[in-house]
């Protein structure tokens, strides 16, 4: 079975600061791991996915996450936060052959000007 | 590319009522799945169909159900309608690549009030 946990419903962060997001994980199996983003009234939008190889995954926008097994985790991260960040994100996992996403719960962001 | 498309944006309906979300995946996708994205609740599974299948399915009742059609657009149908469906309900498509991970992209939603 697989869940994903993401710390913070909620997290704001001035114009320019770093971003993290947090995002645990749980799988039986060896996880397949993604980031999307919704903006407002909108679908999701993949921002990068983990599947096997390199744990250090770039995105788009500037975003990238790190798979640590040790720490069943795949936080987000960009070093300089932009007003068009401001969107909700969502950590999801999967297993091989599964083809189903579990999803976080979200995490807004918002960003100070 | 056209990417996934959903009809109608918006749907209302009353109580005991059916409901039925139509979804057109990525051209030479053949995969979709349905996602209900209600207030609190967060994003749940609902459906997967590939080739015309139901491939798997998530913790909903019977009263949710679907179909894929040749050209693998979809269908979400919800009997008996009750307040607690109301929601945006996502459509993503992907391609089926045995033992690889299916990258799902998704449209931009229905939203069903129930009334």
């Known amino acids: 079975a697989q869940s994903v946990t993401q710390l913070g419903s909620h997290v704001s962060v001035s114009e320019g600061a770093l971003v993290l997001l947090r995002c645990n994980y749980s799988?039986?199996?060896?996880?397949?791991l993604f980031w999307y983003v919704q903006y407002p009234n909108q679908g999701l939008q993949l921002l990068l996915k983990?599947?096997?190889?390199?744990?250090l995954v770039k995105g788009i926008n500037g975003f990238e996450a790190e798979f640590k097994k040790s720490e069943t985790s795949f936080h987000l991260t960009k070093p300089s936060a932009h007003m068009s960040d401001a969107a909700e994100y969502f950590c999801?996992?999967?297993?091989?052959?599964?083809?189903?996403?579990?999803f976080g719960t979200g995490t807004r962001l918002t960003v100070i000007p | 590319e056209a990417g996934v498309t959903q009809s109608p944006t918006h749907l209302i309906k009353t109580r005991g009522q059916q409901a039925t979300l139509r979804c057109s995946p990525i051209?030479?996708?053949?995969?979709v799945y349905w996602y209900q994205q209600a207030l609190g609740l967060g994003l749940q599974f609902l459906l997967w169909?590939?080739?015309?299948?139901?491939?798997n399915r998530g913790n909903f009742p019977p009263r949710f159900s679907g179909r894929q059609f040749p050209n693998y657009s979809s269908e979400l149908n919800v009997n008996a309608l009750e307040l607690e469906d109301s929601a945006l309900y996502l459509c993503?498509?992907?391609?089926?690549?045995?033992?690889?991970?299916?990258?799902?992209?998704f449209g931009p939603g229905t939203r069903l009030t129930v009334l």
């Open positions: 051209s030479g996708h053949t995969s």
């Open positions: 993503a498509s992907s391609q089926n690549l045995r033992g690889a991970p299916d990258t799902q992209y």
């Open positions: 799988s039986s199996v060896p996880p397949y």
């Open positions: 983990y599947t096997t190889g390199a744990t």
């Open positions: 999801a996992v999967s297993g091989a052959g599964a083809n189903n996403l579990f």
């Open positions: 169909y590939d080739e015309g299948e139901e491939r």
